[in-house]
């Protein structure tokens, strides 16, 4: 058979030289339509069982006006969905993955750590190696308590403030976020806001009374509230670098004013850097900006994933934490082998190799999306805030200073370009009062179809606009 024919062949007179087709233009590539079949079934199993179906109230997609896909894999930049669609993720666990998901070093930290067990309810040695690091990295943290979540450290170090100077008041910011303890919950930004929640049912107004809220990047505004409660405020929690109204910057000299003010009025200064602590630098954001609080609250990155948190400060401070003094604080899973170990892997990672990745890449995202803006000509209805490897994109002439000016962006704008980047395979906060977080697993790939992306989606969000 096979003979025969290659005879015939051989007799043929060779092929005419093919013509070459003329080029055509080439289309964009067609966005392939994400199929949900899966995600829906599991949406519908889960709302039956869960409120909202999800675990956390941002990840419902419910201010976007959609259904969350449920997630089956991820690895590096890419999150692998139950459908099979494939996004470029700038969720990254909203912080923790400053490496991208599993890295070697955090996946083989945790695997050598789990034969030796989950949770002892006793110290370990891994406790006590993450916090002399801890403490190294971040000197203003003589001493720390690990704790499972950033809430709890939030929480704990604002008991250890009222506990300290005797006084019950807690002045934060509007749009600032500290996670869900009653104290907080008062005009706070993530998913409060993201919701348009001002504050949660269910915090007994006597408490919520005790929170008072300032304007982030007005010094006047904590001067106001410290001559209304004169000797009456405990602490100001701040995020250094706000990143729960979206990435909203200090002005210059903000910080050191609150600094100033804490000082001079024998409140506590608390910097929140359960986002910033290890990502704007290897000492967060204290590091960036020279400034020195009393106290800390570390999270996410912390725990590479895994569930952990942190507060600490001055030793000083800290001997007033039970069991050497008499505030109480508690946790049955915190310091556990597995989180302390993943946190030592990410801390020990931490170089400054990788913080030079983070910026070429952040900033090259950066360059680019504005540069897409301003060839479609929108760039003066965008404003674009970024820190180091967070930033967000405002709907909104800006400038973008503080929580005021970010209600002021188009919601609906955001809208419809959250949806189109997510047709075209890039995953943000499906929330306008989020950062995107870069990692250094994001690749030059990774960048291109992202401001591909970009561009249809930008188009999108002004068609109607
Ligand atoms: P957790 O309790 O969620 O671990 O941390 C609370 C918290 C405290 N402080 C800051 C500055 C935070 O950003 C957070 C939590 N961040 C949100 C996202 N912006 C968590 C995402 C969610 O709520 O699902």
């Not at 062949?9 to 964009?28: E, G, I, N, Q, Y």
């Amino acid at each position: 058979m096979a003979a025969r024919k290659m005879r015939r062949k051989a007799a043929a007179p060779p092929p005419a030289p093919k013509k070459k087709a003329p080029k055509r233009p080439v289309a964009p590539r067609r966005r392939r339509v994400r199929r949900t079949v899966e995600s829906d079934r599991l949406y519908a199993r889960a709302k039956a069982k869960m409120p909202g179906g999800v675990s956390s109230p941002v990840r419902s997609f419910k201010s976007v006006g959609a259904t969350p896909f449920f997630v089956k894999k991820a690895k590096g930049s890419i999150l692998v969905d139950a459908d099979g669609n494939r996004y470029v993720d700038y969720v990254m666990s909203y912080g923790p993955h400053l490496f991208g998901h599993m890295p070697k070093a955090v996946a083989s930290a945790i695997r050598k750590a789990l034969p030796r067990g989950t949770s002892y309810g006793a110290p370990c040695r891994a406790e006590v190696e993450l916090a002399e690091r801890v403490t190294r990295l971040v000197p203003s943290m003589e001493k720390v308590r690990f704790v499972s979540s950033g809430t709890e450290a939030a929480m704990s170090a604002v008991r250890l403030a009222r506990a300290i100077t005797g006084r019950d008041l807690v002045l934060k910011f509007s749009g600032c976020y500290h996670g869900h303890a009653d104290s907080f919950l008062v005009a706070a930004g993530s998913g409060l806001a993201t919701l348009g929640i001002p504050g949660s049912p269910g915090v007994p107004a006597e408490l919520a009374k005790a929170t008072i809220t300032a304007t982030y990047n007005d010094l006047e505004s904590v001067e106001a509230l410290f001559r209304k409660y004169p000797g009456k405020i405990a602490v100001i929690a701040v995020e250094p670098v706000a990143a729960n109204m979206g990435v909203v910057l200090p002005k210059p000299g903000f910080l050191e004013g609150l600094r100033k003010i804490a000082d001079r009025e024998g409140a506590l200064l608390l910097f929140d850097e359960v986002i910033t602590g290890f990502r704007l630098a290897r000492g967060g954001a204290q590091e960036l900006f020279g400034i020195k609080p009393d106290l800390t609250c570390l999270g996410k990155i912390l725990g590479g994933g895994l569930p952990v948190g942190a507060y600490g400060g001055r030793a000083d401070l800290m001997a007033h934490v039970a069991p050497d003094g008499p505030v109480y604080q508690a946790g049955t899973l915190s310091g556990n082998p597995l989180a302390m170990a993943a946190g030592i892997a990410m801390l020990d990672s931490l170089t400054p190799a990788a913080y030079a990745k983070l910026e070429r890449t952040a900033a090259k995202l950066e360059k680019g999306m504005r540069k897409v803006a301003k060839e479609l000509g929108v760039e003066e209805r965008l404003t674009l805030n970024r820190v180091g490897s967070i930033l967000t994109l405002f709907f909104n002439p800006g400038p973008i200073a503080s929580f005021d000016d970010v209600k002021k962006s188009d919601g609906a704008a955001f809208n419809r370009w959250f949806h189109g980047l997510l047709k075209s395979g890039v995953f943000i906060a499906p929330a306008a009062f989020e950062a995107m977080f870069v990692s250094t697993a994001h690749t030059e790939k990774d960048l291109a179809k992202t401001l591909a992306a970009h561009r249809e989606a930008l188009k999108e969000a002004f068609a109607e606009g």
